[in-house]
């Protein structure tokens, strides 16, 4: 099957709350094509458990770090439901996630090979973290931060103040 260029893309995620490693992916992702959308899911992918931080305030912080970092180019979205369906509806021709791990790989299998099935036109795009956040997740973060201990290295400078107006400053 012929698919066409594709110059817009989505980065999907959680976001709870967006890490150094998240914006590593969709600052990639900025760099390889002309348009990106990041897509910030109301529900949570691999938790049972409701999110820490709003759908509003997810999205919030990931807008304040693009500012931050001068990208004011790249679109954030919340959505719920269907990620082809959000695709669908704003035009892009792939989807862009990043791989940290042989664990992630299985998951993000299973998940390319259903959108795919629900939409054929849409490209899979996957990028290899960069070794520095090889071990950098949300759920790290949140566990951490919860426990008193400085992640100032792993997120961005305000979702670092959003954490300690959470969980308290660090001891
Ligand atoms: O941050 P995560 O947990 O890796 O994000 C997962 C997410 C939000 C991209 C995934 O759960 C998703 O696409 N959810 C939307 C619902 C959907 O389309 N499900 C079918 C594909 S798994």
């Known amino acids: 099957m012929n698919k066409s260029q594709v110059d817009h893309v989505v980065v999907p995620g959680t976001f709870d709350p967006v ?31 409701g999110p820490t ?7 919030q912080m990931i807008r304040e770090t ?22 669908r509806v704003h ?6 996630k990043g791989l940290r791990a042989m664990t992630d790989f299985e998951y993000e299998m299973q998940q390319a090979d259903l959108n795919s099935h629900l939409a054929p036109e849409l490209e899979s795009i996957f990028v290899m973290s960069s ?3 090889g071990y950098v997740s949300s759920s790290i973060v949140r566990e951490i931060s919860s426990m008193g201990c400085d992640v100032s290295s792993l997120v961005p ?3 670092n103040r959003r954490l300690m107006e959470r969980f308290g400053s660090p001891s």
């Open 19 to 49: 890490t150094l490693g998240h914006m590593d992916v969709i600052l990639r992702a900025r760099r390889l094509f002309p348009r990106v959308t990041v897509a910030v899911a109301a529900s949570v992918g691999k938790r049972g458990s």
């Open 157 to 159: 400078p305000n979702v």
């Open 66 to 87: 693009l500012v931050a970092e001068g990208c004011e180019d790249v679109a954030v979205e919340p959505f719920s439901g269907l990620l082809v369906e959000f695709c």
């Open 53 to 59: 931080f709003s759908l509003d305030q997810r999205t």
């Open 91 to 96: 035009g892009a021709g792939g989807v862009v």
């Open 131 to 133: 070794p520095e956040y």
